[in-house]
Nanobody
Framework: QVQLVESGGGLVQPGGSLRLSCAAS????????MSWVRQAPGKGLEWVSD????????YYADSVKGRFTISRDNAKNTLYLQMNSLKPEDTAVYLC????????WGQGTQVTVSS
């Protein structure tokens, strides 16, 4: 079955960087779009970024454009999110998402940006 496992979150000061990873299994990772979404405390899900199957086409929310970079390693079935110049408003649980006939999510990884 589909399994998505995020990692790499933590506590970081404003202006800092983190790299999130999402290990995928149970489907043909190299054939599908993948996404990162996030959920801040008390708020709904917010789309962050998409990447196509080959990794050559990416999309970003305006709130993270220029600071975050999505990438993937199809040989390792792993999705990444490099986050630079982090701001307190980036504090959230970050989840990777895969969609076929329904959405699949991992358990998420907590990112806290605070001094």
């Amino acid at each position: 079955q589909v399994q998505l496992v995020e990692s790499g979150g933590g506590l970081v000061q404003p202006g800092g960087s983190l790299r999130l990873s999402c290990a995928a299994s149970g489907f043909t990772f190299s054939s599908d779009f993948m996404s990162w979404v996030r959920q801040a405390p008390g708020k709904g899900l917010e789309w962050v970024s998409d990447i196509n199957s080959g990794g050559g086409i990416t999309y970003y929310a305006d709130s993270v454009k220029g600071r975050f970079t999505i990438s993937r390693d199809n040989a390792k079935n792993t999705l990444y999110l490099q986050m630079n110049s982090l701001k307190p408003e980036d504090t959230a649980v970050y989840l990777c998402k895969y969609t076929d006939y329904r959405d699949y999510w991992g358990q998420g990884t907590q990112v806290t940006v605070s001094s």
